[in-house]
């Protein structure tokens, strides 16, 4: 009996760390989408079809073995159909998104691997993808004077979509798999790293631009006050240069 009140207590504690985590994620991708500009309406909707649609899949390809690849609508296509509207509007630029995808893609096949559970990447590994570009995406929109989220989101979701899973296909179909076996890209859905890594290189760049401009503020303010120290020592000067000018004047 003692055992079993232990193994249900346990039980209902690895419970409540799921669904602390899963409410904690679940804020991060609301902050996410704020810091792409969208509306609350906006971002309600999203994110409701995100939820719904995120375990129907669309076959894309039959491979070898009757192995179906799929892909997820609410974790892959969502967020590439938000990534290609932020092209298609002008909101980012294909020659500054083009050089950060490409380096979003190797690291996010580089740390994500292979298992017969599927494709995972564990933590914190899995955040080091989204910051980097996060970080290229901030110096990139100051040199082009671009919006820095939109940048850093596409970059990360297309990286992640052919990093994380397409360039990982060869070392999948090497391993033994049952006929109609369905491969889902973006399979975890709104947990999917496609889904997740765009929206916390959103706000990764939008983090280090808000830190990299109080640096500014505080190093303006800091000149301002060496300004007001010189101005005040120049006064000073000027004072006693005119104070020994009359005394002198005095003794004459």
Known sequence: MQNIS??????????????????IILALIGKGYEALGMKRSEISTIYFLSL???????????????????ISIGG???????SLR???????????LLPIF?????????????????????FPL???????????????????????????????TFGAILGADILHLPEILSMKFEPNTV??????????MIYLSGLFAALFSVGIARAMRKREI??????????????????FIEYEKTLEERILGRRR
């Open 183 to 192: 491969l889902v890209i973006g399979g975890a859905g709104v947990f999917d």
């Open 52 to 70: 719904i649609l995120s375990f129907i899949y669309i076959p894309i390809a039959t491979l070898s073995g009757n192995v179906i690849l799929a």
């Open 102 to 122: 490409i380096i979003a893609t190797m690291l996010s096949y580089m740390v994500t691997e292979v298992t017969e559970y599927g494709i995972i990447s564990i």
């Open 76 to 82: 892959a296509l969502i967020p590439l159909y938000i």
């Open 218 to 235: 505080e190093f303006e303010g800091f000149s301002i006050k060496v300004r007001d120290i010189r101005r005040t020592e120049d006064t």
């Open 126 to 156: 899995y955040l080091i993808p989204p910051f980097i570009t996060g970080l290229l995406s901030y110096f990139s929109a100051v040199a082009s004077d671009r919006r820095v989220a939109p940048l850093a989101y596409a970059s990360q």
């Open 6 to 23: 232990n193994e249900l207590f346990f039980m209902i504690i690895q419970y409540l760390i799921y669904f602390i985590f899963a409410m």
């Open 86 to 96: 932020f092209l298609r509007r002008g909101v980012i630029s294909s020659s500054h």
